[in-house]
């Protein structure tokens, strides 16, 4: 056991009572916490700037292509591969300009002058941001030919494809270059791992010692030079659509996500950095438990600790001392911390790259803060004085890594083998001792995290399917996250059951087993491990995107007539004939219904939430099809409520705000500032507000007041949480008692259906974030949603507080979502940062019809 460290790195939460009546909102106020750098969640204020992303960030951002980075996409390419970047224009107004630091616009002509030093450097444009800068990967490496090049992708394919073979052929232990790939800037405003690494870039490109001549010949070094353009030029921490993308891995609704997510693919890094800011001493993980049980954690803590013993040496050697520059020693959490910065989740960058086969990771905190607060209000030379000690401390952690790579590649890339042959074998995962993991003290029963692996998980086709749409974007999902999927080509039996043709199997005896499982398991209740966690603790793809998926703990995938897949099999159909029915059970229903509305198609809505289309817009139903991959099943239902175009003034986070816009709808944001500066409510045009953070009643001045009150007198209101549920009980539109439980609970939750037009149909899994429930329930108030009974939370981590109030057995049973005539309030997180795909359609369907 390890013992805790003076100042935790959580902070705790307490219960909140809320009513909803035309009386007061009680909330008690959050005690402040001692983390260096706070944990940053979208939830009771908006981070600066999310309510004003621009739909242009929006659409970039779902739309963007994903640019192959694979050695095999580049005919008859060797090393280097040069090209000449066109400068962007000069920006006075970035703010890495006050540290003295690099700013974006230099970034281009620095690399073109890098690229030609010599012959080991190569640019290649892994995409483009959010906001639309390009993303700039760099690789630094001793010269390869074209046959070289091939034969590199040849091993790196054959190393995950083929473990066993890999592990013993005589080539890859000789000539196979291990890769190494170093993330920057990821937060924006974090800016002095780009610089260090432009500096290390320098020195690499013209050194002619032994040492780095050895490393070159026998590596890859890929450096993301900045992850975060976007907010590297504004000084935050999100990108132009307002995503923290350090929590954004599982989603990837971001393209420099997914830009992240393919060099992870097809580069393979068996170590990387993921540089940030700012933590004193500068923080080298590993981290404290919980870790995450679908990792070889086995391999990934021996050579994580071992490496950041190198980090720590070489960055406490540079010799500042807190008396003399305010910089204390470097700690590594899972020896010095009890619990508090965990590695649970797959949603940070380095815990996600170890499911592609990285089995050294860190996120590395440098120490002196120079955004925020000290960004404003530090003179300039203070400021650049630690901004210049921290591009030291970076580059110490960067060299001090390579010096580790150059030394250990064997055991790396062994290890790398090690993982992949487990789970294409099904082999089982070896527990951390100090037996199994010599070298590392003060592993104990805290640190043991395994799972079992089910035999293979089935999408079925068919009747068994409740969304063939989610289905095939659950597929999608997959693959691009490089898991294997087949698609079964006759009907079959597996586990001991039926399933239809065209039904989609994932065998767990596959490379990338680990990853497979953390999107598709239901995750685990760690509530009892744990007093409080780090970030999030439950996300389940097969629970939370709509589709249906079923476990199979027995029988042979291999038996089953299938072929591989690179794609999901089109649904997009219009039936021939007849009127039309949309079924409304994914985002992309949504979107295709607010199409059809904003072109002004007469649209009603059935009693089962559906929405029918007449005969008369069957060509544009062909065309949502197709860009929507949707199906307009045939229908004779006639009688319905009518449904109208919607525009929504939102006062929402970021992830809530984009995931609007995913559905399609108009959106105009709007916050407490913005309605005090006089807001007009007419001009606006819009039809239903959506609260959920950055509105409060009691801060808007009296005309403010007066024109919301106007507005909502005919017009709905749909609110989510503890803000939601203040204003409606601020402005009298629904009579309940809200009650918000721990404000650091949050996992998927069990949840029970009423069938009405909000949540008809609805999966029988939510998420939850401080999650809040409803009682004393008015006259016309309707329960559409309840949390499952005894306890609700499936996976993640839920406490009732000290006084044991807030917990989940206080919230089973209880209504989750509840409605009356012009509101809709919801206890749940159904749009939680763009994640949770199957819930969206909760919130479509309630800004449709309240």
Known sequence: MRPPRSGSRFALFSVVAVTVTAGSLLIAPHPAGADP???????????????????????????????????????????????????????????????????????????????????????????????????????????????????????????????????????????????????????????????????????????????????????????????????????????????????????????????????????QPAVMLDLHGYVNGTLIEPTTPPHGENYEYDLFLKNTYANALRMESAVNGLGYTPRKDGVDPAQIPFRDSAEGWDDWPPIFTPQYAAFHGTVAAHTVEIPLQVNNAAYESLPV???????????????????????????????????????????????????VSEATVPGVPGIGPEDVYTTEFPRAYVIPAGPAQRSATAAARLVDQLLANDVRVTRATHSFRLGGRSYAKGSYVVDMRQPKRGMANVLLADGRDISGKVSAMYDISGWSLGRLWGATVAEVRSGRPAGIPTRPVTGAARVGYVAPRGDLRLRLDSPQEIAALNSLLRDGVSVRQAADGSALVPSSARRKAEALARSYDVAFDATRTVKGTPLHRVRVAAAVTAGELFALREMNFE??????????????????????????????????????????????????????????????????????????????????????????????????????YAPVWFTDLGGGVTVEQSYGTGNPLVSGHW?????????????????????????????????????????????????LTV
Do not use: C
């Open 37 to 267: 750098r706070p944990v940053v969640r979208e939830g009771d204020a908006l981070p600066q700037g999310a309510a004003k992303a621009p739909e242009s960030a929006a659409r970039r951002a779902l739309t963007a292509p994903v640019a192959g980075l694979a050695d095999t996409g580049v005919s008859g390419r060797g090393y280097p591969r040069e090209q000449v970047l066109s400068p962007d224009p000069e920006n006075p107004g970035d703010k890495s300009i006050k540290l003295g630091l690099t700013p974006y616009h230099a970034i281009a002509p620095k690399l073109n002058a890098l690229q030609q030093l010599g012959d080991r450097v190569s640019v290649e444009v892994a995409g483009r941001s959010a906001g639309g800068h390009r993303l700039y990967l760099v690789t630094v490496t001793a010269p390869e030919s074209a046959r070289q090049a091939r034969g590199q992708a040849r091993m790196r394919e054959l190393i995950e494809s083929a473990p066993q073979l890999a592990a013993r052929s005589s080539a890859v232990k000789k000539t196979y270059k291990t890769p190494v790939f170093f993330n920057n800037n990821i937060h924006g405003n974090e800016w002095e791992g780009t610089d260090a690494s432009l500096k290390l870039i320098e020195r690499l490109a013209t050194a002619n010692d032994a040492r780095t001549k050895d490393l070159l010949a026998h590596s890859r070094l890929y450096f993301n030079i900045t992850a975060n353009p976007d907010g590297r030029i504004a000084g935050t921490r999100t990108n132009a659509n307002g995503f923290d993308m350090n929590r954004d891995f599982v989603t990837a609704s971001q393209p420099e996500v997914r830009a992240m997510r393919q060099i992870e693919i097809d580069k």
């Open 381 to 431: 030379e203070e400021l650049r004085r630690r901004s210049a000690i921290n591009v030291d401390v970076a580059g110490a952690a960067l060299r001090a890594t390579l010096d580790f790579v150059r030394e250990k590649r064997t055991s790396l890339i062994a290890d790398q083998i090690e993982v992949f042959r487990r789970g294409a074998t099904g082999a089982a995962q070896v527990p």
């Open 667 to 768: 959106v105009v944001p709007v916050s407490t500032a913005v309605l005090n500066a006089g807001f007009d409510w007419p001009k606006s045009k819009a039809d239903v507000l959506f609260v959920s953070s950055g509105l409060s009643y009691g801060g808007l001045n009296a005309s403010a007041r007066t024109a919301l009150t106007g507005f909502l007198a005919g017009h709905g209101l749909v609110g989510r949480g503890a803000a939601g549920a203040a204003l409606a009980s601020a402005t009298g539109q629904l009579k309940a008692t809200a009650v918000q439980g721990n404000g650091d609970a949050n996992g998927v939750v069990r949840v029970v259906n009423s069938g009405g037009a909000v949540t008809g149909g609805a999966p029988d899994h939510s998420f939850v």
């Open 799 to 847: 406490r009732p507080l000290d006084d044991g109030t807030g917990g989940p057995a206080a919230a089973a049973g209880r209504p989750s979502v509840v409605s009356g005539p012009n509101a809709v309030l919801f206890g749940t997180e159904p749009l939680f940062r763009a994640h949770p795909k199957g819930e969206f359609p909760q919130v479509g369907r309630a800004l």
